[in-house]
């Protein structure tokens, strides 16, 4: 159906609507719902022992522009004066008897018999986020008398309140999944094919996502798989020959194989598990419907060398083991099975020599990443959200978003989660350039967190990478390019992880904002600074520490003897004539973050005079803080530098800086 359809579509019940099998309290309310949609079949289904009739309800022109409801709504009657969660299921059944193109996938409505279903249905949606939007009613609201707006508030406060951009989990279904249709088609012909795949990305990429796509991909087709979650110590802490027979079980399991295995301990020691494993997995695969199985490794780190969770994975030999058994199964039998390995770190498909050994999975597994979105792709995602949430993007957005985030889906659907919060009052609204900004500045604290989140992979694994990065984000293209010269292979996983991309000028950043993240986070371990460039950050960091102790000497004295004494506390650390001169004991005042009367040598002599209130804050001995003080007192004050200052003071001053700055992070508020 097509919008000018839904446009021309007006209220009313169509003449082959069968209302005999509704009770007369539910004919009462079709009455009154076709006089705001249209109202096209019903039908009844059975749930354990529980019926429950339902209808579809096509929107008017009204609904669909407010809430962008192009097809029709599934509607279920629940005559049960006590909602359970199970009731939900009868959507999916009705659904299924149902043409997928007919019915709206992302809201639903329940009439129920519970007094308390909006509130039931609210608690249930927050425990099951990937849930469609449920718009509950009761019996009794939709028997009485109402307005035109009472439906449209009621779906208003359902469709609107939701943040359907708020998921910090992987997506189990497809309902809120975007943009992943083409690697997932890739990876399971690849597997169709019988050939193995690696699949990798950073933190938050979306890789168990697309997993999980993968799996209902071959489950909606009857095609065998099996995931193993490597991060689980059930798995980690298995030796080699322990996981051969783990898998042997698991694969009985998926195969519903009635199959005999023996059991007894000595077929799996280190030194007969491979032969056990062989005739095990054929005698497996021969039980049954021969049909290849996709088996799944995720977090594939946690059992691979230098990054494995447990010792005999991270520094043993069991890798090596494991997968000479593997490998060398599939390549007598590659009809029984292929592997996709997916993970953070490609380290245990690229080293060529691991304990010694050849490895075998070394040129053997292509290893792909999980692409960044398109402009198109971000649009489709954030254009369907937002407009189920009253959110009306403009066009540049999409490309901002885009551009800022580098396509990755995560961090576009936290920044558009901040911006259906911070868009209060009516809905719709137009998201604006202006919005996007206001909202992606006062995230940033947040979002930086997430950028140090995705980026541990570096720090944790590849801390050249991070270098070279750190670098290029600085403007110190020199050093960037000698890496890059050295050893391909940096910029290799730089590009594939998405960080990066390559053009003929050279590497620029593919996430704007992560760029931003590093430039700010070592905009002060840049060398080779002019007297200028020196005398400025000296003054910004002083400045901001000083602010920054106000904050907590002044919270520390209020807590530890009250407001009113802590301003006379406070003033006894400064000379008797400037203390007069202040003419108030307000605290607020006093040590004021912007506007204080005391000067910094003030606060080293009060941080000196009640040390015992704020030693528990620096947790340093007193003596290293106050010849600290002294130094950024002595040589922080930029007037004193007209001539320059020395490499060896900037050197100390910095020291004192980043002791300081990271105790105020935890304490000033």
């Known amino acids: 159906m097509t919008i000018e359809e839904i446009n021309n579509t007006r209220p009313g019940m169509h003449p082959h609507f069968i209302l005999e099998p509704f009770q007369p309290e539910a004919k009462k309310i079709l009455g009154r719902l076709s006089t705001e949609f249209f109202l096209t079949s019903g039908g009844k289904i059975n749930l354990l022992k529980s019926e429950y009739n339902y209808f579809l309800m096509k929107p008017t022109s009204v609904f669909s522009e407010m809430f962008n409801i192009e097809r ?224 799944i490794l995720d977090e594939i780190e946690r059992i691979s060398p230098s990054t494995g969770s447990s010792a005999h994975w991270a520094s043993g030999e069991d890798f090596v083991y494991f997968w000479q058994t593997m490998r060398g199964f599939y390549q007598r039998h590659p009809e029984v099975y292929t592997y996709l390995l997916v993970g953070t770190n490609p380290n245990g498909v690229e080293m060529p020599i691991i304990a010694k050994q050849e490895n075998p999975l070394f040129a053997s597994i292509p290893s792909q990443y999980v692409p960044s979105f398109t402009v198109d792709q971000v649009r489709q995602m954030v254009r369907k959200l937002g407009r189920f949430m009253g959110l009306q993007f403009e066009e540049l957005i999409y490309a901002k978003l885009t551009d800022d985030y580098g396509g990755h889906p995560f961090l576009i659907r936290q920044i558009c989660s901040r911006i259906h919060k911070h868009c209060k009052g009516e809905r719709p609204v137009k998201v604006n350039k202006k919005i996007y900004e206001d909202v992606r500045k006062l995230s940033k604290i947040d979002t930086d967190q997430y950028l140090e989140m995705i980026l541990q992979v570096l720090i944790d694994w590849y801390p050249d990478e991070y270098e070279m990065i750190t670098f290029l984000a600085q403007g110190d293209y020199e050093s960037f390019n000698e890496f890059a010269s050295e050893h391909s292979s940096y910029t290799k996983h730089l590009v594939g992880y998405g960080l990066l991309q390559q053009s003929t000028d050279g590497f620029t950043f593919n996430i704007e904002s992560i760029k931003d993240f590093l430039e700010s986070k070592a905009r002060y371990q840049r060398i080779n600074l002019t007297d200028e460039e020196k005398i400025d950050e000296i003054s910004n960091r002083r400045n901001k520490i000083e602010k920054g102790l106000r904050i907590i000497l002044k919270n520390a004295l209020k807590q530890a003897v009250g407001k009113k004494n802590a301003g006379d506390k406070a003033l006894s650390a400064i000379p008797t004539p400037r203390r007069d001169a202040i003419g108030t004991n307000d605290i607020d005042i006093i040590l004021h973050k912007d506007n204080s009367p005391l000067y910094f040598p003030d606060l080293k002599n009060l941080i000196n005079r009640e040390w015992d209130t704020f030693k528990n804050i620096f947790e340093i001995e007193k003596n290293k803080i106050l010849v600290m003080l002294d130094d950024i007192n002595s040589c922080g004050r930029p007037d004193a530098h007209a001539k320059g200052i020395k490499d060896d003071d900037f050197t100390q001053l910095r020291l004192h800086f980043k002791k300081l700055e990271d105790i105020l992070e935890n304490w000033a508020s």
């Open 72 to 295: 029709e709504v599934l509607c279920v009657f629940s005559e049960y004066e006590n909602f359970e969660p199970r009731t939900l299921d009868a959507f999916h059944i009705a659904q299924n008897e149902l043409a997928d193109l007919r019915v709206e996938t992302v809201c639903r409505v329940l009439i129920s018999n519970d007094p308390a279903i909006e509130q039931k249905i609210e608690s249930l949606l927050k425990t099951d986020p990937e849930q469609p939007i449920v718009i509950p009613f009761t019996y009794s609201e939709l028997s009485a008398n109402f307005d035109n707006y009472f439906l449209r508030n009621r779906f208003r406060e359902h469709f609107y309140s939701r943040d359907l951009f708020s998921f910090l989990s992987p997506l189990k279904k497809d309902l809120y999944f975007f943009g992943r249709s083409e690697i997932i088609q890739e990876l399971v012909n690849r597997h169709r094919s019988g050939e193995h795949t690696g699949l990798f990305g950073l933190r938050k990429s979306g890789k168990t996502s697309i997993v999980y796509a993968i799996e209902r991909h071959l489950l909606s087709n009857d095609e065998l798989f099996l995931s193993i979650d490597c991060e689980s110590p059930s798995i980690h802490k298995l030796r080699w020959n322990e996981l051969l027979q783990k898998i042997v079980f698991e694969f009985k399991r998926i195969k519903s194989s009635k199959s005999k295995i023996n059991e007894d301990p000595e077929r799996y020691t280190e030194k007969t598990a491979a032969d056990s494993f062989n005739v095990d997995m054929l005698r497996i695969y021969e039980s049954k419907k021969r049909t290849p199985a996709l088996f």
